[in-house]
């Protein structure tokens, strides 16, 4: 869910000329506005799995931050030395929220169940 929501924020501010193509991001606010953006999608994404988990909740939300981490490592290994990729910290940074972000998330049902 954080994913398509993610890739279709992306496609919608470029196509309303709000963002370049992600490609061609250069300024750091354009990669703090998709780490916060994308950071919101991963917290409704793991609400949603918490609140659709058959058991364990936490541990449903959990699993999904664990590949998501799985899946932001690879990213930060593949564009470590591609400077057109875009800062060594974005990647980094959605490394390393991936599991807090998947925790809110689920807490965030539980708390309101």
């Known amino acids: 869910m954080g994913a398509a929501l993610s890739l279709g924020t992306d496609l919608a501010l470029g196509a309303l ?9 250069h ?11 994308r950071t919101i999608y991963n917290i409704l994404g793991s ?3 918490a609140w659709l988990a058959p058991n ?8 999904a931050g664990v590949l ?4 932001s490592a690879i990213g930060t290994a593949v564009a ?9 910290r974005y990647p980094l940074a959605l ?3 991936a599991l807090p972000s ?10 309101g169940r």
């Open 17 to 25: 000329g709000i963002t370049p193509p992600i490609r061609q991001w």
């Open 27 to 37: 300024t750091p606010w354009l990669f703090g506005l998709a780490t916060a953006y």
């Open 47 to 49: 609400y949603a799995i």
């Open 56 to 63: 364990r909740p936490m541990g449903h939300a959990l699993f």
């Open 68 to 71: 998501g981490l799985i899946v």
């Open 80 to 88: 470590w030395n591609r400077a057109e990729l875009g800062p060594r």
């Open 95 to 97: 490394a390393v929220l």
């Open 102 to 111: 998947a925790w809110v998330g689920a807490k965030l049902w539980l708390l």
